[in-house]
């Protein structure tokens, strides 16, 4: 196996078998994956690999930011010669599509992005372009700091302050505490999906939540004839209810 040592890069399960690859959305950490993570003895038959993104979490940051600088670092830690299936949330996705790829010399069988944001404005693209621009804001206690946190990786009221989700992400140094996301990693852009799709040399799902606004079926279905959509479920659906995320990994089961 790859080197799991660097920071930020849980691991577990069987040795043997395939290997499940977790990517978080932007903002957030691989503790996001916890829910899925207790379920996957019994759904999936080899280990799992949660890794903060670079720039989240305990991973450090990257001097800039692409998909393909991301993917190149997950890439580098992911064995050889063993199957790897990996699901991505939001910016997870989009990184288990550029994996799927092939570019990056992992042997990827199958490939599922949950709630990819496919259409950006220019409006959209220009806020994000100046949030990478500011320096990261000092809170004076661990409470405004969670609280941000919360907003920022779209996880507020879904997760205690208190949880590993949250705690993952936030940093105390003299006296004040921070996020541990690198602001610029709101420069990453809009990804390319449907040259993503055409690269792919493995199966690959699109899913959603049927109520996720940033990911809504019509703008899937211009992509993929058949997104798998989840019931009742909005953007953080492997956080709201990670058993919805089951006949995604009965797809990524290759």
């Known amino acids: 196996m790859g080197d799991t040592s660097a920071p930020g890069f849980r691991q577990g399960g069987p040795e043997d078998g395939p290997l ?90 199958a490939a599922a992005g949950l709630g990819i944001k496919v259409r950006w404005t220019e409006e959209e693209l220009a806020k994000a372009a100046a949030l990478a621009d500011k320096p990261a804001r000092e809170f004076a206690t661990r409470a405004e700091a969670a609280d941000r946190h919360l907003k920022v990786s779209g996880l507020l009221g879904l997760v205690a302050e208190d949880s590993a989700a949250v705690s993952t992400g936030l940093v105390q140094s003299d006296g004040s505490w921070r996020l541990a996301l690198d602001q610029r990693a709101f420069g990453v852009g809009a990804p390319d999906l449907p040259g993503l799709l055409a690269a792919a040399k493995c199966p690959t799902v699109l899913a959603a939540g049927e109520h996720d606004p940033m990911s809504p079926a019509e703008h899937l279905r211009a992509l993929v004839i058949e997104p798998l959509m989840l019931p009742g479920r909005g953007h953080n659906a492997h956080v709201e209810a990670p058993e919805s995320l089951l006949p995604v990994l009965d797809r990524l089961r290759i």
């Open 20 to 109: 499940l690859v977790l990517l978080h959305g932007l903002g957030a950490t691989g503790a996001v994956w916890d829910g899925l993570i207790e379920l996957l003895p019994a759904h999936w038959p080899g280990g799992w690999l949660a890794p903060d993104l670079r720039g989240h979490g305990a991973a450090p940051p990257l001097s800039r930011y692409s998909f393909g600088g991301l993917a190149a670092r997950i890439a580098a830690h992911l064995p050889t010669g063993r199957p790897i299936a990996v699901l991505g949330h939001s910016l997870g996705g989009v990184l288990a599509l550029t994996l799927a790829s092939g570019w990056f010399g992992v042997q990827v069988t």
